[in-house]
């Protein structure tokens, strides 16, 4: 569909003007927010990439929040680029969509796997990120989040997806 087809199909007039109003309620009533996350995949040494937050207890996999505007892929790639000096030298592959009951009711996260990239310098500490780095898969650190330990399990592991983190 081209966006000529989807200017002649944008509903006008008063169908559109409720369509636009249950939108706006829709999004004071029930706001819902999305988040993405990468599993940063060296398949040569068998090792992820984590981060290790100023704010949040455990390592985790790199990623954050998707800006009004922002794609999922797109927030993943800025997150990437800002928490592990990342370039994606391939398109990351979405891997499966979560729930994220433990930060509301209304959040899910979209988990990706990238395998295509390049690290452009190591990433040093700064004030949203204490540490970071690689890990291999078989020896993670001992306080690896839970919901990191999962996706990896299942994404590399082969382990059934949950629907949540």
Do not use: C
């Amino acid at each position: 569909m081209s966006g000529d087809d989807d200017a002649r199909l944008r509903q006008r007039g008063w169908p559109g003007l409720r369509g636009r109003l249950f939108h706006g309620w829709f999004l004071l009533s029930r706001p819902m927010t999305l988040g993405a996350r990468g599993i940063v995949f060296d398949r040569a040494a068998n090792a992820v990439f984590l981060i290790e937050h100023t704010y949040v207890p455990g390592w985790h996999l790199p990623g954050g929040g998707v800006e009004s505007g922002e794609t999922a892929e797109e927030a993943l790639v800025r997150e990437l680029r800002e928490e592990g000096n990342f370039e994606l030298t391939g398109p990351p592959l979405l891997k499966s969509l979560h729930h994220n009951r433990q930060a509301s009711r209304r959040d899910h996260v979209a988990l990706f796997l990238i395998e295509d990239f390049r690290q452009t310098a190591p990433k040093t500490p700064d004030r949203e990120i204490r540490n970071a780095g690689f890990f291999a898969i078989d020896a993670l650190p001992h306080d690896t989040a839970g919901g990191t330990r999962r996706r990896i399990a299942e994404v590399l592991g082969g382990a059934e997806p949950s629907p949540f983190w």
